[in-house]
């Protein structure tokens, strides 16, 4: 089907021509036949690299050429911000596109006047949650990634969010993507869908089985030569070699930095001296990003063309790895399968190197196929590569059957919805209840069976949990019954907009109903005892430690559980060390130091702090709305874990571009306040700043540098006229 023939405005289909997109894919050609410009609701489930979203893109600009509205909703903060700059190309097109995955709070009404809105999943329905008004508006939704209906952790959100969606705008067209699953027509059918389902893709992908030099596709086979010890390491050679690039997928973050360290030392020995120039200042980029062991780990490997990517580096970190690895600057990415989520990262060669994942019930365990196809996916690059190839690695001949078996000739699992506990339906519950989509106990039941999983079940299968969450919601004055109909108290209406489980709201409300003298401490541990806040694992060499802590600080905790009840008091000293790290990040320990403490991850310390920052000032309100003791310092304590410092230094470390390190550096050589800083000058900042960093902070504060100063970028230095005493480097100091 030929660009020019499709029923858009002449200018959005200009666009496509000058982006050298003459013709769609058969699959985006077969989304067309079904209706996708005339309104109606689609499911396209194809294989990564296949056009998916450009199927949404066709439908958005339609809509949008019509005065309509668009909501693309994602999994992940990483594709919401690479899905955004993608729409906004469309800028030209007098498209305006607007991004949210921000406070859960907020209503972010401001978003209204975009054409274009990306949104998390939790995000979206937090929008709902708080009434924002354009939410009505919308006309076409886009939910990328709907097979994560499977995952326990976003898919009763996700799952929920649809059916508000729904119920909401009943004429919106909603556009479903998906990976290739078992049960495609079974999801199409619950959205009112037509389905648009395929193998195509638009460089031919070879799965294949290693084993004995050899990788063994299903009409052919390829000899590696053996160059290293390690197969992988062969594989990726192998890659190079044939001027590709490989994503490895490892089954921990640990053996992820060990492989990239590993196939770094030949890597490096087959790069020529430009890319590896190229690659000293990209790995000096990395050094910026943080101190920690693992920054200068990451670095090093980059040096000689690998890196390494998994949810424990920070963002800047992981932004530049991805980048450079789009550029064809680092040749190998070793990964854990975050990176087969969504993110737009293809390469020649895909490498399963470990197909077994940790399972805390079950031990090691191997990958769903649905998991496997996905990384799969990630091989080849269209326009850039003549095919592409997947690898997994056998070991005996068995092995090598049985992953013949159970990926490369299965078919995905089927797509099975995770919203039937009352865990998962709880908060959906109080929402509902909140944003009047019921006011009855049969509405509520009535509003759910709209949903996947009573779709997929039965409307009666969901009664008795729906009964568990309102009793819980009534026995925690957060729901009201009058006989007539159900209604949310203050109480439930703000935690419902807060967007915390309800079972955190009772926990922080009882424990500060409960608590005497409150501490720190006190407060970090009650939001570390509620569901939402992700829990540390005890490692065995943690017991003791942990143990020793809570005896001698048992009366800054509000139970302590019974050291007898093994899987209570296991949960508890989880939960302490989980405080435990906190504490340490806002009273400035080194992240190097918190890292190595606590076996976490940079990236893993932001997340949590990020989680605490948001749990305590649920806190706040819940305090403040109850007339509890703790507030005020639930308050100070929230803008300390945002910043991860001492109360002293929060004025400073509030400044853009001072951290808690420059903050800390500037306290103690004698800046205490804000208006310290506005009586000095650049020269005397750039002791403790460095120039560039003090001439922006004065700017900040509407000073500039004085006329006879200026900061010389090149030689990073503040330079000034013959008739003051010369120029300084920064390294002078």
Request: proline residues 3%.
């Amino acid at each position: 089907m030929k660009t020019r023939k499709l029923d858009l405005p002449e200018n959005i289909i200009q666009f496509y021509l000058d982006t050298g997109i003459y013709e769609l894919y058969p699959p985006q050609a077969e989304a067309v036949e079904k209706g996708l410009l005339n309104n109606k609701n689609l499911l396209a489930s194809i294989p990564t690299a296949s056009g998916k979203t450009l199927v949404s893109e066709l439908a958005m600009l339609k809509s949008i050429a019509s005065g309509g509205k668009s909501l693309y909703i994602v999994p992940l903060r990483a594709l919401a911000s690479e899905k955004f700059e993608r729409f906004r190309e469309f800028e030209s097109l007098d498209i305006k596109v607007g991004i949210s995955t921000g406070d859960f709070d907020s209503t972010d009404e401001w978003l209204g006047s975009n054409d274009i809105i990306v949104a998390t999943s939790e995000k979206a329905d937090s929008l709902l949650r708080n009434e924002t008004s354009w939410m009505r508006d919308i006309t076409t939704i886009v939910v990328d990634e709907v097979h994560l209906l499977d995952s326990a952790d976003r898919g009763p959100t996700l799952e929920i969010t649809i059916a508000k969606l729904l119920r909401l705008n009943p004429n919106a067209q909603i556009i479903a993507l998906s990976a290739t699953v078992g049960n495609a027509g079974e999801i199409a059918e619950w959205l009112g869908a037509e389905l648009v389902q395929s193998e195509w893709r638009p460089i031919e992908l070879y799965e294949g089985v290693y084993l004995d030099d050899k990788i063994n596709f299903k009409e052919s086979q390829k000899t590696i030569e053996n160059i290293a010890k390690d197969t992988a390491v062969n594989l990726v050679l192998d890659t190079i070699n044939e001027n590709g690039q490989c994503l490895v997928f490892e089954s921990s973050r640990r053996n992820c930095a060990g492989f990239a360290k590993k196939a770094s030392t030949k890597v490096g020995k087959s790069l020529d001296d430009d890319l590896l120039s190229e690659l000293k200042e990209i790995s000096e980029e990395v050094l910026d990003t943080s101190e920690t062991n693992t920054t200068k780990e990451l670095a090093s490997c980059i040096k000689k063309g690998t890196a390494f990517h998994h949810a424990g580096l920070n963002s800047a970190q992981r932004r530049i790895v991805e980048d450079n690895f789009r550029k064809n600057k680092i040749k190998v990415i070793s990964s854990t399968p975050t990176l087969a989520a969504g993110l737009n990262l293809p390469a020649r060669r895909v490498v399963v190197r470990n197909y077994k994942r940790y399972d805390p019930n079950f031990g090691m365990q191997p990958i769903p196929t649905l998991d496997y196809k996905q990384m799969a996916g990630r091989a080849g690059r269209p326009r850039l590569d003549p095919y592409g190839d997947s690898v997994l690695i056998s070991r005996t001949y068995d092995e090598y059957i049985d992953l013949l078996e159970r990926y490369i000739d299965a078919e995905p699992e089927d797509i099975l919805s995770k919203l039937g506990t009352e865990n998962a339906l709880r908060t959906h519950v109080l929402s509902t209840i909140v944003n009047g989509f019921a006011t009855t106990q049969q509405g509520l039941v009535d509003f759910m069976d709209s949903s996947f999983f009573a779709y997929q079940q039965q409307k009666w299968s969901l009664i008795d949990v729906v009964d568990d969450c309102l009793e819980f919601l009534k026995d925690n004055d957060m729901v009201k019954d009058d006989g007539e109909r159900l209604y949310a108290s203050r109480m439930g209406q703000v935690i419902s907009m807060l967007y915390i489980d309800p079972l955190s709201g009772a926990i922080i409300i009882d424990k500060l109903k409960k608590a005497g003298t409150i501490t720190d401490l006190t407060l970090l541990h009650i939001i570390c005892s509620t569901p939402d806040m992700r829990q540390l694992y005890m490692r065995s060499k943690d017991y003791e430690k942990i143990n020793e802590f809570v005896m001698t600080h048992a009366e800054e905790f509000v139970d302590v559980p019974d050291p007898f009840k093994s899987i209570e008091y296991e949960w508890f000293l989880g939960e302490v060390k989980t405080t435990l790290l906190l504490n340490e990040w806002i009273n400035e320990k080194t992240l190097d130091n918190i890292t190595s403490e606590f076996g976490v991850g940079e990236g893993d310390v932001n997340a949590l702090s990020d989680i605490a920052e948001w749990l305590m000032h649920s806190a706040v309100n819940l305090a403040n709305l109850a007339d509890l003791e703790g507030g005020d310092k639930a308050q100070e304590l929230e803008k300390r874990i945002h910043h991860g410092v001492n109360s002293d230094i929060i004025k400073l470390v509030s400044i853009r571009d001072i951290g808690r390190v420059r903050a800390r550096r500037l306290y103690e050589a004698g800046f205490k306040s804000v208006s310290d800083l506005k009586y000095t000058d650049a020269n005397t900042l750039a002791k403790y700043l460095g120039p560039k960093i003090a001439v922006k902070v004065l700017e900040q504060l509407g000073i500039q540098p004085e006329d006879n100063q200026s900061l010389d970028t090149e030689t990073n230095t503040i330079r000034s006229s013959p008739d003051n005493q010369g120029q300084k480097t920064f390294n002078d100091f």
